[in-house]
Structures are given as C-alpha cells and as structure tokens.
C-alpha cells in the first residue's frame, strides 16, 4: 500500500462520507439490518450510530489500518458489540452462514473484484439472511454514462479504485442475489458521480453458490 492510500486517502475518505446529504441513504440501508451484521468496507465507521436495538453484533471488514483506527473509537462511542477485521472482501474470515445480514454501503465501487466479493458475502449470509446496500454507479442516461466511461480511469487512480461506470444492480444479481427492493435516483452533486442504487437482496435459491473467482 502506498504513502498515498495509507496515509492520505483515507482522512479524505472519512471527511468526503461525513457528508450530511448522505445520512438519509446511509439510515435506510442500516434500518433493515438484523442480528449479527457484516458491515462490508466499514471504513471509519460511520455508521456504527445508525445500528437499531435489533442488530446483536457487528462486524466489520476494510482493507485500510488507518481507517480501522478511525472506526475503533466509533465503535466504542456507539455501545454496540464490535469486532473490525483488516482484510479483503474477496476473502472474508467468517464461516459459512454466519452472518444475518451484510450491509454495504458506497463499497463495491472500490473493490476490484466485485464479482468474488458478492459470492463471498452470499457464502457467510445465512439463507434467510438479507444484504442492505446503497451504492452509486452507472447512469440509465447516455450522456452521463459516456462520461462515466471516460472519467473512471483516472478518478479510479485518485480515488482508491473508485469505479464511476459498474451497473450495481447487475452485478449483485449475477453474483446469486434476487433483488427484494431498489431505487434508483441522482443525489446531489455531479452526475456522473452521484447516481445511486439503494435496495436489498436476498440468496437466489434456485441458482445456489457459485464459484468464487
């Protein structure tokens, strides 16, 4: 990991989420989530103070240290149980079915196999288990997709992989996942940079698990 992403990126990171047209996407993706949670990029924890009296414990997974150290002191300000893993959502360190519900939130944007990372979650969601998500991607618009296309390569670069131009709602089916809700809407800001996705999903049980990678 270079001095950039270690050091830089993520003070910018948590100061850019803090964002208060945020919140509402942020509440409605957390209000459903239940039992034991899996917070997926947890980053610094922004959302620990939106978890409901029904979420029992929460983990939460990111790849950066520092931002893990930011989320820490979130977690103990939140009274909620809590346990960060540094690591991958590629390759998540829980068993099979053990989570009752993954929740993401403006995450698969940054990962660079979003494919591998759904078909992980779908592995630790137990079959009843739901994933909450807001996320933003491709826009339905043709001009802004075109922009979309053009700018991502170098705002990837700027942004810790930070795709502008990935179709969520595709990808989350492809993995295995039906879709329960979705809604689709601009929030402010650039176009190309704000279309969002906010829904759920849950296992597609005709399809199964498939491979991973």
């Excluded at 329960?180 to 005709?206: D, F, I, V, W």
């Amino acid at each position: 990991m270079d001095f950039y992403k270690r050091w830089i990126l993520p003070p910018i990171l948590d100061l850019v989420m803090r964002r208060k047209d945020l919140t509402k996407y942020r509440r409605a993706a957390v209000a459903a989530a239940r039992g034991r949670v899996l917070e997926i990029g947890v980053g610094s924890g922004l959302n620990f103070p939106l978890y409901g009296r029904e979420v029992e414990f929460v983990y939460g997974i990111d790849p950066s240290p520092r931002l893990l150290s930011i989320a820490r002191r979130r977690a103990a300000a939140s009274g909620i149980p809590v346990e960060l893993l540094l690591g991958s959502a590629t390759a998540i360190p829980l068993a099979d079915n053990a989570v009752d519900t993954v929740v993401m939130t403006w995450t698969l944007c940054s990962i660079p196999e979003p494919l591998a990372a759904l078909r992980e979650m779908l592995r630790v969601l137990k079959p009843d288990g739901n994933l909450c998500f807001v996320e933003h991607g491709l826009s339905p618009e043709p001009g802004v997709e075109r922009w979309q296309h053009r700018l991502t390569p170098a705002w990837r670069r700027m942004a810790g992989g930070c795709h502008l131009d990935r179709k969520m709602d595709d990808l989350i089916r492809q993995a295995g996942f039906d879709l329960t809700k979705l809604h689709e809407e601009y929030a402010p800001g650039p176009r190309a940079m704000s279309y969002m996705y906010q829904g759920c999903a849950c296992r597609n049980h005709s399809q199964g698990i498939g491979p991973a990678y």
